[in-house]
């Protein structure tokens, strides 16, 4: 099993009823396809059953059933009403054991769905409730970290996964990772998906634009996700399936250009280079390129995705490498404090390294660091502005033979 693009239902609703998407799937070169249940009658085993044979007859692979939020009002007052939401989730599994569907994907829960100090509780028994169901049919529900939903933060995440041990059976309860989601919730994703751990079973992608709600569930490359420390992330977990696009598909270039900036991503990740020891990452060779030119706060937010994504001893290279550019952004901005801070802690970090690392010349660095940092400490707060900017070390990147 390899890291791969895959494709939701969804990425074609409105336009497409759900049962003509497997044919629109596989027109745009998508083998996987995750299912997104709209209505009560997607649930029936008799429609699923002829979108199954559908999805057959052009060569795609149905990998999820998406439940439809909505319909498993499960925290309700009314137990007819929890009790039919229940009974709908059981046909759900019943029909997904039957057609070989490993994953069902569920929201969870609403904020405003389960309140109060008991909250957190009520939720944890009906997802143990729901996670011994699908023991029953050898499925797996992943719950995912929707924005508006009980699991969203780290926070959130880390309890729940700490709690699976207890609430069903080894294997029933699992996490779909959606970046767009963590995004929207301002979550860390690599956070995000620490706290998943071994539990993540499912992956959705799409982007969006930080504090801007109008720029909602874009395609891969078109907002603000860092994607190539997001794959490297991905690939450093457990899971190899398909990560698929919640993304609108519209009829223009934006497809292809997903595709070429992240199958290249994968095949990395799939690959040996994704452990390869003397591969300088590309988000940290963009980070240099922006320290060489003078863009240090813009340096420091390209290399801190890789530090989140590096697993690694070396992670403490890109820290350093980010906090001496972040103190030289202090000494432009004024903070001489701030400056000596980050730069004394740049250089220790780094200062580990010596005197080169995954093609890094890193003693030179270090040596220019340090005369700035003495610079710095020397003029003090009252002259921080009479900084000699000739100082600033160059990094430079030595290339393979």
Same mark, same amino acid.
């Given at each position: 099993? *390899?890291?791969?693009?895959?494709?939701?239902?969804? &990425?074609?609703?409105?336009?497409?009823?759900? @049962?003509?998407?497997?044919?629109?799937?596989?027109?745009?070169?998508?083998?996987?396809?995750?299912?997104?249940?709209?209505?009560?009658? @997607?649930?029936?085993?008799?429609?699923?059953?002829?979108?199954?044979?559908?999805?057959?007859?052009?060569?795609?692979?149905?990998?999820?059933?998406?439940?439809?939020?909505?319909?498993?009002?499960?925290?309700?007052?009314?137990? =007819?009403? *929890?009790?039919?939401?229940?009974?709908?989730? =059981?046909?759900?599994? !019943?029909?997904?054991?039957?057609?070989?569907?490993?994953? %069902?994907?569920?929201?969870?829960?609403? =904020?405003?769905?389960?309140?109060?100090?008991? &909250?957190?509780?009520?939720? %944890?028994?009906?997802?143990?409730?729901?996670?011994?169901?699908?023991?029953?049919?050898?499925?797996?529900?992943?719950?995912?970290? #929707?924005?508006?939903?009980?699991?969203?933060?780290?926070?959130?995440?880390?309890?729940?996964?700490?709690?699976?041990?207890?609430?069903?059976? &080894?294997?029933?309860?699992?996490?779909?990772?959606?970046?767009?989601?963590? %995004?929207?919730?301002?979550?860390?994703?690599?956070?995000?998906?620490? &706290?998943?751990?071994?539990?993540? /079973?499912?992956?959705?992608?799409? +982007?969006?634009?930080?504090?801007?709600?109008?720029?909602?569930?874009?395609?891969?490359?078109?907002?603000?996700?860092?994607?190539?420390?997001?794959? =490297?992330?991905?690939?450093?977990?457990?899971?190899?399936?398909?990560?698929?696009?919640?993304?609108?598909?519209?009829? !223009?270039?934006?497809?292809?250009?997903?595709?070429? $900036?992240?199958?290249? $991503?994968?095949?990395?990740?799939?690959?040996?280079?994704?452990? +390869?020891?003397?591969?300088?990452?590309?988000?940290?060779?963009?980070?240099? /390129?922006?320290?060489?030119?003078?863009?240090?706060?813009?340096?420091?937010?390209?290399?801190?995705?890789?530090?989140?994504?590096?697993?690694?001893?070396?992670?403490?290279?890109?820290?350093?490498?980010?906090?001496?550019?972040?103190?030289?952004?202090?000494?432009?901005?004024?903070?001489?404090?701030?400056?000596?801070?980050? %730069?004394?802690?740049?250089?220790?970090?780094?200062?580990?390294?010596?005197?080169?690392?995954?093609?890094?010349? *890193?003693?030179?660095?270090? $040596?220019?660091? /340090?005369?700035?940092?003495?610079?710095?400490?020397?003029?003090?707060?009252?002259?921080? !502005?009479?900084?000699?900017?000739?100082? #600033?070390?160059?990094?430079?990147?030595?290339?393979?033979?």
């Amino acid at each position: 099993m *390899t890291l791969r693009l895959g494709v939701s239902s969804g &990425a074609f609703y409105p336009a497409l009823a759900t @049962e003509d998407t497997p044919d629109a799937a596989a027109r745009l070169g998508f083998s996987d396809l995750e299912l997104m249940l709209q209505t009560p009658s @997607e649930y029936d085993p008799g429609f699923l059953s002829d979108v199954h044979a559908r999805a057959n007859a052009v060569g795609v692979e149905i990998v999820s059933h998406h439940l439809f939020q909505r319909l498993h009002p499960l925290y309700s007052g009314y137990q =007819r009403r *929890t009790d039919e939401a229940l009974d709908l989730m =059981r046909r759900a599994f !019943d029909t997904a054991a039957q057609l070989g569907v490993p994953t %069902l994907v569920f929201h969870g829960a609403a =904020r405003d769905e389960v309140r109060g100090v008991d &909250a957190w509780n009520q939720f %944890l028994i009906m997802i143990g409730r729901i996670g011994r169901m699908a023991a029953e049919y050898q499925v797996m529900v992943a719950v995912e970290n #929707v924005s508006w939903c009980v699991v969203s933060s780290v926070r959130d995440v880390q309890r729940l996964a700490a709690a699976l041990p207890n609430l069903a059976p &080894a294997g029933s309860l699992g996490f779909t990772f959606d970046s767009f989601q963590a %995004l929207e919730a301002d979550a860390n994703a690599f956070m995000l998906l620490a &706290a998943m751990g071994p539990h993540v /079973r499912h992956i959705h992608i799409s +982007d969006g634009r930080r504090g801007d709600g109008s720029f909602r569930h874009l395609l891969p490359g078109q907002g603000d996700l860092p994607w190539s420390a997001l794959i =490297r992330a991905i690939g450093q977990t457990l899971y190899r399936g398909p990560l698929i696009i919640e993304a609108p598909l519209p009829d !223009d270039p934006g497809l292809a250009a997903t595709r070429a $900036l992240l199958e290249p $991503l994968l095949a990395i990740a799939n690959g040996p280079a994704n452990d +390869d020891p003397t591969r300088l990452p590309d988000g940290v060779v963009e980070g240099i /390129r922006l320290f060489n030119a003078g863009e240090f706060y813009e340096c420091h937010e390209v290399i801190e995705h890789e530090w989140h994504a590096e697993l690694g001893d070396i992670r403490r290279l890109y820290q350093g490498i980010l906090q001496i550019g972040v103190g030289l952004h202090h000494a432009r901005s004024g903070n001489q404090r701030g400056a000596v801070l980050l %730069l004394s802690d740049g250089i220790d970090k780094t200062s580990d390294f010596l005197p080169e690392a995954l093609g890094v010349d *890193t003693a030179s660095l270090v $040596l220019g660091a /340090r005369a700035c940092l003495d610079e710095v400490e020397r003029l003090g707060p009252d002259h921080i !502005d009479d900084f000699d900017w000739t100082l #600033v070390p160059v990094i430079t990147i030595k290339q393979p033979d």
